[in-house]
């Protein structure tokens, strides 16, 4: 009966989740650049197919809010790839567009007017900071209107109507801050489909443009509702772990997972505190970077660069691009058995006893601040990627908490023998549960390799 009470608390999570995603401030049908992406290259090579209507013009970016310039310092002083990306991601811009391309009409200022071409008069993207005017070089520009949020590609941009054609100029001009820029629109949704993203990747590849998705940002009451109804997926979760792990505690008396479940059934306190502060803490790291996304951008930008460069993240890139999910599941699992939780969390706890949740509190900080539901787009996917988050976070509390359970036994009298011998008995235990561990990082693996390539 228990069980059923966990299953429909991870249920009602799940709902939860997809019913903020519902409630969220949806953008007009029919509004320009709802949701797309920027191109910056200097030139932008002409392309025969695009996947959208386009528009091409320059762009500037300009300096951005002390965070984001700081990050920026940061990861150029560190020689960090990703930050030429960043950049354009992070820092507002001005872009100069032919009007007509633009097709940016009246009904789309949420006040003001349309500028005057070849005048020094901007839009304002509904994101930026209010203002009559801004500065750009030794050039002041008047903010004479403001967008709609629903012009979702341009709500962190300024935008100039040019008396001519940008996109006819030549590429040597004196300012060499102006860039060309390409904007390509995208098919209406809360998500840009996948076959969008292919096409970009095939006409555009990362390594030679930089380039940025609509922003689409998850309002406030639409984000609080999404992270309590997660929160509420990972309790019930973790309750049907616990069920599972009694009923086969009665059956598998005999077999090599009873001593590992037996610990399990008889610490159900220390084995709740566990996931409590482990899921807790992914909760918490969510809650942390609302207030900056600016960070959770920049974390972003730091994983994808490491997801096509060599190292480990690189070989599951390549994995997971391959589109084959047995072998995206078996790479998934040998690092995330071997390396995230042997060599990360057992080992320690084996050779300091207790430091085997230092990797763990780390980690879920990180899943947190990386997978927040700021974006729309992050939130969609993270429906069926929660499952993943509780699957693979049940493989390393797992590791945590037998770890955990050496020092408990080594300063616990009550286990009998000296302190060597509890110590030695506390290290077995932890071998006899690499089995448990291997069952479930390897259901999480298949989950994981599944819901991230099946998913549009």
Request: charged share 15%; no cysteine; glycine share 10%.
């Amino acid at each position: 009966m228990k069980r059923l009470v966990w299953f429909g608390l991870a249920a009602a999570g799940v709902l939860g989740m997809s019913w903020a995603m519902r409630t969220r401030i949806m953008r007009a049908p029919g509004a320009p650049w709802s949701s797309g992406v920027m191109i910056m290259g200097n030139p932008i090579e002409q392309a025969s197919a695009l996947p959208g209507p386009s528009a091409q013009g320059t762009v500037r970016l300009l300096p951005g809010s002390q965070r984001v310039e700081a990050l920026i310092t940061a990861a150029s002083s560190g020689g960090l790839g990703f930050v030429k990306s960043y950049e354009l991601k992070a820092r507002p811009r001005l872009l100069e567009l032919n009007r007509a391309d633009s097709r940016i009409t009246q009904q789309w200022l949420a006040g003001g007017r349309l500028p005057r071409p070849g005048e020094a008069e901007v839009l304002a993207g509904a994101h930026l900071p209010a203002s009559d005017s801004i500065e750009v070089g030794d050039r002041k520009l008047a903010v004479v209107g403001v967008l709609r949020p629903d012009v979702g590609l341009l709500l962190e941009s300024y935008i100039l109507f040019s008396a001519t054609n940008p996109e006819n100029r030549t590429d040597t001009r004196e300012d060499a801050e102006q860039h060309r820029i390409l904007l390509i629109e995208s098919p209406p949704g809360q998500a840009i489909p996948r076959p969008f993203h292919e096409a970009i990747d095939r006409l555009f590849p990362p390594d030679k443009y930089r380039r940025t998705a609509s922003p689409d940002p998850l309002n406030a009451a639409a984000f609080w509702l999404y992270l309590a109804s997660q929160a509420l997926f990972l309790l019930g979760g973790s309750g049907v772990f616990l069920a599972v792990y009694r009923g086969l505690s009665r059956t598998w008396k005999s077999r090599l997972l009873a001593a590992p479940l037996m610990e399990i059934v008889r610490r159900p306190r220390l084995f709740w505190a566990v996931h409590a502060i482990y899921f807790g803490l992914v909760i918490l790291g969510s809650v942390l970077i609302r207030s900056s996304p600016a960070f959770q951008s920049f974390m972003l930008a730091a994983v994808e660069q490491q997801l096509s460069s060599p190292g480990v993240l690189g070989i599951a890139g390549k994995a997971y691009a391959s589109q084959n999910v047995p072998y995206a599941a078996a790479v998934t699992f040998v690092i995330n058995m071997f390396l995230g939780a042997l060599a990360m969390i057992t080992l320690p706890a084996i050779l300091i006893p207790g430091s085997g949740l230092i990797v763990p509190v780390g980690r879920a900080l990180l899943w947190g601040i990386l997978l927040a539901p700021n974006e729309a787009s992050l939130a969609a996917r993270m429906i069926a990627h929660s499952g993943t988050l509780l699957l693979e976070g049940e493989g390393y509390i797992l590791a945590a908490f037998f770890g955990l359970l050496i020092p408990v036994m080594i300063f616990d009298r009550a286990h009998g023998g000296g302190v060597l011998e509890r110590f030695w008995r506390g290290i077995v235990l932890n071998l006899k549960a690499i089995p448990l561990l291997a069952l479930v990082l390897m259901v999480a693996a298949w989950y994981e390799a599944f819901e991230v390539i099946a998913q549009p």
